[in-house]
């Protein structure tokens, strides 16, 4: 039988943004890094036109632990809407580098108003709505995960 936690992050993370853990970088997990603390979201990823066209659409529920990481091909201007999406979404913008250099806050279901990225990213990470405020998690912010070039990347992965 398979360990499902060998090579996983074991984490706790409260609200207050104390999160204690020891990390492998994989595919299926993202973490966030700044002054307010540390944070593992269990993902699943959206790295292909088919896979970011559908996204969340048409789920009722998302546990605060989880998200969706939307990796795209090119670094540019990206703009996402919320419909058929039927929960609450914060939407992080993130820098090729791995840098958070947006956040749009409770993007509310089933809106077709355009969300735009607001500068060039290459990936958008998206939890459940109000978590990044009740988290404490802001631009500027670090994010890891296997997808971030490692020669760009402002918390690579280890080797």
Excluded at 44 to 62: H, P
Excluded at 123 to 143: F, P, Q
Aim: net charge negative; glycine share 8%.
């Amino acid at each position: 039988m398979i360990n499902p936690l060998r090579g996983a992050a074991v984490a706790v993370a409260t609200l207050s943004g104390t999160v204690v853990f020891a990390q492998d970088c994989r595919e299926d997990a993202v973490f966030l890094r700044g002054d307010w603390g540390q944070a593992r979201f269990s993902v699943e990823v959206a790295d292909d036109a088919q896979e970011r066209a559908v996204g969340l659409m048409n789920r009722d529920q998302m546990s605060s632990s989880a998200g969706m990481l939307f990796v795209f091909e090119q670094t540019e201007p990206v703009s996402f809407w919320m419909e058929n999406t039927l929960i609450p979404l914060d939407m992080l913008f993130i820098a090729e580098n791995g840098v958070v250099s947006r956040i749009h806050s409770n993007a509310q279901p089933l809106d077709r108003t355009p969300i735009p990225s607001g500068s060039p990213v290459r990936y958008v990470l998206e939890i459940k709505g109000g978590l990044a405020e009740r988290m404490g998690i802001v631009a500027g912010s670090e994010v890891q995960h296997s997808s971030i070039l490692k020669e760009v990347a402002v918390w690579p992965c280890d080797p």
